[in-house]
């Protein structure tokens, strides 16, 4: 196949630039599947990656992106095939190999889900790691007992791409969603998706305290440091918090109150090598319980290039719900 077009980061005295350059197929990485990416997205570690703030051992140039989808073209496992519509999430793609802002991606073929026939490429990219990675923080809160019954659930960063994907998903299961967001003018879009109430991310930012008003049976938290703290202080007795990002800080500045007086569990949250099993599982479960009407509402398609420029404003908070990228 010779060489593909893919969007280069490196890094250089002024910090870190990207181009849309040709790469040769040999530069792609290892792996028995090659796929023609036809979509990819923005995460909030595509962020770090582009502006050079990532805490990992990144190693520059790099062809970033952690997600992707497309049609496999070369295949030497037998479970795939050429023609088949297939989904990449994490795996290191995108920071420690190559990644999903290129026209065509080798990889190895464990890594690989097949698409839902419910979901277009385009749709499951505006479902991405952040909308997988919702999945994967309802399925833990239903594996430790939190019902719709046993009371309201939290979702933090709500009007992000977790968030979003999150208020959905749960005002679809019945759960009545509180969403915490510090943009106000996000409370209608919030509320189109199922948001119930609406409380600003300032009351969860100062510092918590050991133990506070119940006020949610489970949480689902993009933030951590203080805001995870007090969601934790917060959660009543039994509750489950699912515990997804750090854009708020590594930190978690908090109290064993939680765990020890309440018996709170926090479940962790990792999408990028989750088990292949937990992966099926919850795209499954997606492709079931997601409202494509809601995903449509929360996305905005952009050109493959937009993502350098996109980059600042999602880690500031400033991208509102899921963005797919058309790959040219």
């Given amino acids: 196949m010779g060489e593909c077009f893919a969007l280069v980061a490196t890094r250089g005295e002024g910090g870190v630039s990207a181009n849309w350059q040709s790469v040769s197929d040999a530069s792609l990485g290892d792996g028995d599947v090659t796929v023609r990416i036809t979509h990819s997205t923005i995460n ?38 050429p023609g088949d519509r297939v989904i990449l999430n994490g795996w290191g793609c995108g920071e420690r190999r190559p990644g999903g802002y290129a026209q065509r991606a080798r990889v190895p073929a464990e890594w690989l889900i097949k698409c839902p026939p419910q979901f277009t490429t385009a749709q499951a990219m505006a479902i991405g790691t952040a909308g997988y990675t919702a999945m994967l923080s309802v399925l833990a809160l239903e594996d430790h007992g939190i019902t719709p019954d046993r009371g309201d659930v939290l979702v933090t960063g709500a009007a992000g791409g977790v968030g979003s994907v999150a208020v959905a998903l749960l005002h679809r299961l019945g759960y009545r969603v509180i ?148 790959v040219p």
């Fill in 44 to 81: 909030y570690k595509d962020g770090l990656i582009l502006t050079g703030r990532f805490p990992g051992l990144l190693r520059y140039p790099i062809v970033p992106g952690i997600d992707f989808a497309g049609e496999v073209i070369a295949s030497h496992d037998s479970g795939l095939a």
């Fill in 179 to 326: 969403a915490s967001t510090g943009r106000p003018e996000e409370a209608d879009y919030l509320r189109s998706l199922g948001a119930s109430e609406i409380i600003a991310r300032a009351d969860l930012s100062e510092p918590a305290s050991p133990l506070s008003k119940e006020r949610w049976a489970g949480a689902v938290d993009v933030a951590g440091s203080h805001t995870l703290a007090n969601v934790l202080s917060m959660t009543a007795y039994g509750g489950c918090v699912a515990a997804t990002g750090l854009a708020h800080g590594l930190d978690l500045p908090a109290s064993v109150a939680p765990f020890i007086l309440r018996g709170v569990t926090l479940a962790g949250i990792d999408s990028v090598m989750a088990p292949r099993a937990q992966r099926v599982r919850a795209w499954a479960r997606l492709a079931t319980d997601l409202d494509l009407a809601k995903l449509a509402e929360m996305t905005v398609t952009r050109p493959l290039l937009d993502v350098v420029e996109l980059a600042p404003e999602i880690l500031a908070g400033k991208v509102r719900g899921r963005i797919v990228f058309d």
